[in-house]
């Protein structure tokens, strides 16, 4: 494990806040101008399906397939854009989170779909339609999502109130409680999920990879657990991965901060091994990283943990644009200037979108699932358009 002396840098919290003011989004305009916000509630697409990844093993009953990744293609009527949109979901996740809200109303994938935008549209590696032959991979264990983690984390944070923003959560649909047919739907929708450990996570990376070298340069937009596996394929592809979009990436940094479960992500922002300069190889140096605690003024923010100076910069990172984006009130709005602020101390020059700042409120970790998912949308689209196009 990853234990060190921690270094109390307290002056390094005004090079964060810094870097924080440091986002301008200059890209924004209220006016929404040349964007046909109008979904049109029926989008015709051609849909069809492949795997991509995978290996053949000796299983228990002889030869088989594994770690193959199911995708589907949408691709509308007239396509008006260079690069599709690869949605890569978060923990207990499919790629239904994208088609339609749990209230049945129009998803991101329509969205993107009404825009002109061919989207992708995968479950991870052992998941959903994704095969998992338990007998030929005993050693991973399933996690599921129980109901009280479900309402604590996900929808209902202002109840139980376990971060300072929690209590200004106003955007879930539905009462969030079983028998609400919102929450029923949304909650049987919540799948188990192999452990995030490096091994599998590398997994899901080579397959997103093999993904990107089947249909070329695409646009990433990562959720959550999907956020560091966004990272990976910008870090394996960095010549085809035009952009991320990262909701609410998982972190922070090296922990765990919620949840308070202790030591993640053991390359910073990933659990499987990226790419740093000087390079970092956990297991030939467990002492690679210098840790630094860096302490916030603001009680409603987390500490972080940095790198102590001079950095390990991520050089494949900055090969492409990168958005970061975190809603009001989600258990992310407490630590998520952690992942930014490492992400800046690595040479990585994200911009952030914090929902707040533009006046959009109340929205917690399922933002697209959430009664204004329509108005946030557009923003992404417009930010690829100015940026990417
Ligand atoms: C960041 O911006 C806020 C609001 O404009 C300002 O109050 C604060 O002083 C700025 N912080 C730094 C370090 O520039
Ligand atoms: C948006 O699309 C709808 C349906 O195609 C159309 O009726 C409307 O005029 C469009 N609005 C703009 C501003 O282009
Ligand atoms: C499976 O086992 C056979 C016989 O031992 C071996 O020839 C073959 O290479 C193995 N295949 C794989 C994919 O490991
Ligand atoms: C899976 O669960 C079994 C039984 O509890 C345990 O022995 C094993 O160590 C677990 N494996 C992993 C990878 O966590
Ligand atoms: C990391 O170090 C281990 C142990 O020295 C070595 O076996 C492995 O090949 C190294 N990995 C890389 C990618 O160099
Ligand atoms: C920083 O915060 C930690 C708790 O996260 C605390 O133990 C430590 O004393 C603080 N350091 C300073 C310099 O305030």
């Not at 697409?45 to 397939?65: D, E, L, M």
């Not at 997103?208 to 657990?225: N, P, T």
Request: net charge negative; with cysteine; charged share 15%.
């Amino acid at each position: 494990m990853l234990f060190f002396s921690l270094l109390y840098v307290f002056a390094q919290y005004t090079a964060i806040a810094a870097a924080i003011n440091a986002t301008s989004l200059s890209w924004y305009d209220p006016q929404l101008p040349g964007l046909n916000a109008t979904l049109q509630e029926e989008v015709f697409a051609r849909r069809s399906y492949f795997y991509v990844g995978g290996k053949y093993i000796n299983g228990t009953t002889g030869s088989v397939i594994t770690d193959q990744m199911y995708v589907e293609k949408l691709e509308p009527p007239v396509v008006l854009h260079a690069y599709p949109i690869v949605f890569i979901t978060g923990g207990f996740q499919t790629a239904t989170n994208w088609l339609n809200t749990p209230d049945d109303r129009a998803g991101w994938a329509s969205y993107f779909l009404s825009q002109g935008y061919i989207v992708y549209l995968a479950d991870h590696v052992k998941r959903g339609r994704s095969p998992w032959i338990v007998a030929d991979s005993a050693l991973l264990n399933t996690t599921a999502t129980g109901l009280a983690f479900v309402q604590n984390y996900f929808i209902a944070g202002e109840r139980t109130k376990l971060w300072p923003q929690a209590v200004l959560h106003t955007q879930w649909p539905g009462t969030a409680e079983v028998g609400d047919p919102t929450f029923d739907q949304f909650y049987a929708s919540q799948i188990q999920t192999a452990p995030n450990d490096g091994p599998f996570s590398q997994t899901v990376v080579d397959a997103y990879s093999a993904l990107l070298d089947k249909i070329g340069a695409s646009v990433l937009v990562s959720h959550s657990q999907g956020g560091p596996y966004g990272w990976g394929i910008g870090d394996s592809r960095p010549e085809l991965v035009k952009a991320i979009i990262a909701l609410e990436p998982e972190g922070p940094p090296f922990e765990n901060q919620v949840q308070r479960t202790g030591a993640a992500r053991p390359y910073g922002i990933t659990t499987a091994p990226i790419t740093y300069s000087p390079a970092v190889n956990l297991t030939a140096d467990a002492n690679a990283f210098i840790k630094v605690r860096v302490n916030s003024t603001d009680p409603n923010l987390a500490n972080c943990l940095m790198q102590a100076e001079p950095a390990k910069q991520l050089p494949n990172l900055q090969k492409f644009p990168i958005l970061m984006y975190t809603t009001e009130a989600s258990y992310h709005a407490f630590y998520d200037h952690c992942t930014y602020s490492y992400l800046v101390q690595a040479g990585v020059t994200p911009e952030w979108l914090q929902l707040k700042d533009i006046g959009i409120r109340g929205n917690a970790h399922f933002s697209f699932m959430e009664k204004n998912s329509m108005e946030i949308v557009p923003l992404l689209d417009m930010w690829i358009r100015a940026t990417v196009e």
